[in-house]
């Protein structure tokens, strides 16, 4: 009586190079030097060059070689609708600035906080038909598509939020009208877990008022309400108050750039906030190139550079253009901040009626 015989199934064949003759280690090289606004093209190559070209090795390696690039990510709204952008703005004069149309959230919500972590862009909470929410969006900006993320322990709308040490922290936007929202009124998210954790605010002032604005200095984030606000030392773990002179200061959105808090003043002009000094010093050699942002002005941080972007009816009048300048910022040598506008151009063009809601920089 004989056995039957078995056969081994062949082994699958190991995907093909990402380019012939070179080890993939090297070939992952050649690729991440490539600047990212060739990337779409990339991946029509092959199967294997688009999973590597949106791969996490990939862009970690290009942090490694200091060669990351930062783009800009609008969210526009227009009526009841809401409209996402992402914009590779131009290395010189002779460029134009690259604009993608993003899809948007399945449910937009209203009020959202907003944070950037690595190569994602959170949208936090916000109300949906008037109803606060505990909901997160994550959009993959490698990939540029958005996925739900792990729920907050509470719903909230108009919050504060920052990134510290490589966790997401949220606050604000919700009454502490029962012991859940209580002990939850501050949250963070790290993403190495992939869930929400309360942090302790017991005695914090403020928590039953709505967040205007939110920042990070020198690791502690600061949240402001229509009066006051808290600063949180995520190193200490301990909560204390906005200092008068930045309440009184910070009005709008605003960037901190190299450890200095840029906002527009009354005014319309722009000035940086000295943590240190307590003290606001007005932004010099940017006066004739800007116009007065009396009606506001998104900010942001775009790789060492100050990111302006404003809306301003078209020559027409038929449309609005979203502006958008690059300046060059330092301190001077008697203590002062100067800037230099290095490009200001139209990057955009949207129906009337539109406005703002968030400018993003994310390095990739």
Not at 190 to 211: F, H, L, T, Y
Not at 330 to 335: P, Q, R, V
């Amino acid at each position: 009586m004989t056995s039957p015989t078995t056969t081994t199934p062949p082994s699958p064949e190991p995907p093909p190079s990402l380019i012939p003759n070179l080890p993939d280690d090297i070939s992952i090289q050649c690729l991440a030097r490539i600047p990212r606004d060739h990337h779409t093209t990339l991946t029509l190559v092959s199967k294997h060059w688009k999973s590597t070209i949106r791969s996490q090795h990939l862009f970690h390696t290009r942090s490694l070689l200091n060669i990351t690039q930062h783009s800009l990510y609008l969210n526009i709204r227009h009526n009841t609708s809401f409209k996402w952008f992402h914009l590779h703005l131009p290395n010189s004069p002779f460029h134009k600035t690259l604009i993608q149309t993003l899809p948007s959230i399945p449910f937009q919500p209203v009020g959202p906080a907003y944070a950037v972590l690595g190569p994602n862009i959170y949208v936090l909470g916000g109300s949906v038909k008037d109803v606060p929410t505990n909901d997160v969006w994550v959009l993959d900006c490698r990939i540029n598509e958005w996925v739900s993320g792990p729920k907050m322990r509470v719903g909230r709308e108009f919050a504060a939020s920052g990134v510290v040490g490589g966790k997401v922290y949220v606050m604000g936007g919700c009454l502490v009208d029962n012991r859940i929202k209580a002990v939850n009124w501050a949250e963070k998210y790290d993403p190495n877990v992939g869930v929400w954790s309360g942090v302790g605010s017991e005695g914090v002032e403020c928590r039953d008022k709505w967040m205007h604005a939110s920042a990070v200095l020198d690791g502690r984030v600061y949240a402001m309400a229509d009066r006051g606000g808290v600063v949180y030392d995520v190193g200490e773990g301990e909560w204390g108050k906005v200092p008068k002179r930045l309440d009184l200061g910070w009005r709008g959105r605003a960037a901190v750039v190299n450890g200095v808090l840029y906002c527009y003043d009354y005014l319309g002009k722009i000035r940086g906030y000295d943590v240190e000094k307590d003290v606001w010093k007005e932004l010099r050699g940017v006066e004739k190139g800007l116009p007065k942002f009396l009606c506001g002005a998104a900010m942001v941080d775009l790789g060492g550079r100050l990111c302006v972007v404003w809306e301003r009816k078209d020559s027409g009048g038929k449309g609005v253009d979203v502006m958008c300048a690059v300046i060059e910022v330092g301190k001077d040598e008697d203590g002062g901040l100067s800037g230099e506008i290095s490009w200001v151009d139209a990057i955009l063009s949207v129906p009337v009626g539109s406005s703002i809601l968030h400018c993003m920089a994310v390095a990739l």
